[in-house]
């Protein structure tokens, strides 16, 4: 009997960790991510063709870039390649202004800094001990927003 409860405890935490690993779906390919993110912007920017197929190799770039980034920095902090990923950032968002016309540009900064609100309202920062702190404020201009990051591209 001990045996019997010992194997379907070790199963079920087998079968726990297994789950926790993946989140129960597939990560998608920077291909994927790319193709995803130019759809949602020629829905919600009105690219035309040339526009799309431009952001779409912005965003694969981009992708790749971060996807590259992620596995060479695995298990270091964060402030350790984050100028890495300034710099990715960088490069993408200096190619979409140069894609975009002006008004679309400026439509898709507002979006940016309403998913950066969206993001800091929905994970608080901890304090000490594990306590939520102080959110920080979340700036207006799009340039000066460094916490954005694109779901689609990053693959977070």
Known sequence: MKKVIS???????TATFAFAQGNGKPKKTPEQRADAYANKMQNDLGLDA????KVRDLALAR?????ELREQYKGQDNKVWQAERKKARDEFHNGMKSTLSPEQYTKWQKQRAKQAANKAKAKPKKGKGGKPGPTAPVP???????QDQDPDLDGE
């Open 50 to 53: 040339t526009q799309k197929t």
């Open 7 to 13: 194997m379907l405890v070790m199963l079920l935490m």
């Open 140 to 146: 207006t201009s799009g340039d000066a927003n460094e």
């Open 63 to 67: 992708a790749k870039k971060m996807d």
